[in-house]
């Protein structure tokens, strides 16, 4: 199918969609933007530039049939858009096989290995509604190749030139009051690669004034990794002569990295020529976090499912070991080396299965409303045990804390996960700390856009003086059974387990790092609603214990 027959299609669908054209296209550019549908943003707002030609014109493909007829072709020919679309040239355009290519000499161009598709200018003959002959000249522009090619024909008659020139001001300025509406970057540049118009999107992202960059080349703007990624880009497109797109990070006036969808594309004159490049920015940052999060969820989900079933099975062997280890102990009434050696494997194994089973989320969570003050202040002997005298211990609380709806026994193990880790990162002392302090999350927060719906949270933030974590292994810190540390050194379901827990509590777990700067992780948790019952949050405390 042409995609003529595609654009028919539209209006028959449609009959709207032919009226308003550059409000109805802006709409439709926007929509598309938003959508992430990059080719249809390319589509309509190709179309709305088309409109705005103070000359008749016209698109049509291989077979000379009509694809495009803009507002001043309406008045030029006498028929309306919704009319033309899908009808062939000859309607308008008396044996335009004469001066126009055709699809068996596209086919033909094609063949030979070229996409030289620009014929200049052609003396034809047009026929308007009523009958009436007049002469034209038409001047072709052709994008792509054989079956695929389009071509955009530009009229001019004698009583045309006079017309354009008067209005070519005119709509330049509304050219440019609308694409000042987009939420996508939009610049033009030269070709020496000086830019010469630049849109409010892209004043807001790089904190410059259209004045500053106008004239200026990308270099003189952005950073050189970007600056080179978009020379190559320009490369690209002044070879093929058609719309080119990478996706880039790149860093704005606000401080923060985006990640862009850059699409460059040729821009001609009316003979043919071109004169410059267009580019147009979508920012996708924040779908890109959403994939992210995505991906890492179905993959922990799936891991999980695995691991919760081995689980299952290693629990019972390992019970029945520390069972007949223990029997075996008591008669001989002595201390036999090698079963402490048996029970010590066994209880390793044993509280592997148990953070297996809590990954996998096997063992549900028992969600109490209480202090995490109290909680913390309860674990911090065992605390101070674990990290040792070389390691200082320090506790912050806002006042007025909130309470958490949490499962106490799971936030004790991620608490001491997240210092059995501190102390490894710290052998030679240091400082590890948990602060805790209330959070209102509004919709425009970073952490309420990933994850998190907007409310109030308590945040527990953990941090330590240790090594840190490099950049080329901080993202898949979470991920189940990688570990940084050496065979042996860990399990890696530590922080799976920590992430799991703050997400089957309706919370959010991040983490922060750096190499030689330390390691800062925060615990996001619902606020509880009602009073804690200390009592009963003791009574899970020592159940906790003495499991």
């Not at 890696?492 to 089957?504: A, N, Q, R």
């Amino acid at each position: 199918m042409l995609i003529t027959d595609v654009h028919a299609a539209q209006h028959r669908a449609d009959p709207g969609w032919g009226a308003d054209h550059s409000e109805r296209c802006l709409w439709k550019v926007q929509a598309a933007l938003n959508a992430g549908d990059l080719p249809s943003a390319w589509k309509y707002a190709f179309r709305l530039i088309f409109d705005s030609f103070a000359a008749a014109a016209v698109a049509v493909d291989a077979d000379r049939r009509i694809w495009l007829f803009n507002e001043k072709s309406e008045e030029v020919f006498g028929y309306k858009q919704i009319d033309m679309i899908g009808q062939p040239l000859e309607k308008i355009l008396i044996e335009p096989s004469s001066g126009l290519p055709d699809a068996e000499n596209v086919e033909a161009a094609a063949s030979a290995g070229t996409e030289d598709l620009h014929p200049g200018a052609r003396e034809l003959v047009g026929l308007r509604k009523d009958g009436t002959e007049f002469p034209v000249q038409a001047t072709v522009s052709g994008y792509g190749s054989g079956r695929e090619a389009i071509f955009a024909i530009t009229l001019h008659g004698v009583s045309d030139e006079k017309q354009a020139e008067e209005s070519f001001g005119k709509n330049e300025e509304r050219l440019k009051y609308l694409l000042e509406g987009f939420s996508a970057a939009v610049v033009l540049e030269d070709l020496d690669g000086r830019i010469r118009f630049v849109n409010r999107r892209f004043e807001e992202w790089h904190g410059v004034s259209a004045t500053e960059a106008i004239g200026k080349s990308s270099s003189e703007i952005h950073r050189a990794i970007v600056a080179d990624a978009y020379s190559a880009l320009d490369q690209q497109v002044l070879e093929k002569r058609q719309p080119c797109q990478c996706e880039l990070p790149v860093p704005f006036a606000d401080g923060e990295i985006h990640t862009v969808v850059v699409t460059k594309f040729p821009v001609f004159d009316d003979d043919g020529e071109l004169v410059g490049l267009g580019v147009m920015g979508v920012d996708v940052s924040e779908r890109r976090q959403v994939e992210k999060v995505s991906y890492q969820a179905k993959n922990m989900q799936a891991v999980g499912q695995l691991a919760g079933g081995a689980a299952h099975e290693f629990n019972n062997i390992f019970a029945t070991i520390l069972l007949n280890a223990e029997l075996l102990q008591n008669p001989l009434g002595q201390d036999d080396k090698r079963l402490r050696k048996v029970v010590r494997a066994a209880s390793w194994g044993s509280n592997l299965t148990r953070k297996l089973l809590a990954f996998s989320r096997r063992e549900r969570l028992k969600p109490r409303v209480l202090n995490p003050c109290d909680l913390v202040e309860e674990i911090k002997e065992s605390l101070s045990q674990m990290l040792g005298q070389a390691i200082d211990i320090e506790i912050e609380r806002a006042f007025d804390l909130w309470p958490v709806l949490a499962d106490p026994i799971r936030l004790e193990d991620a608490l001491l996960e997240l210092a059995a880790n501190a102390r490894d990162a710290m052998p030679f002392g240091g400082s590890f700390g948990i602060e805790m302090a209330n959070v209102t999350l509004r919709a425009d927060d970073e952490v309420a856009r990933s994850s998190l719906s907007p409310g109030d949270y308590v945040v527990l933030t953990v941090r330590d003086t240790g090594f840190g974590i490099g950049e080329n292994v901080i993202d898949r810190v979470f991920e189940p059974f990688f570990t940084t540390k050496n065979v042996g050194g860990g399990s890696g379901l530590g922080l799976s387990m920590v992430y799991g827990f703050t997400k089957e509590s309706d919370g959010h777990v991040t983490i922060v790092s750096e190499t030689g700067c330390g390691t800062t992780v925060k615990l996001y948790l619902p606020r509880g609603k009602g009073e804690t019952d200390r009592a009963e949050n003791d009574a899970i405390t020592a159940e906790a214990w003495t499991s």
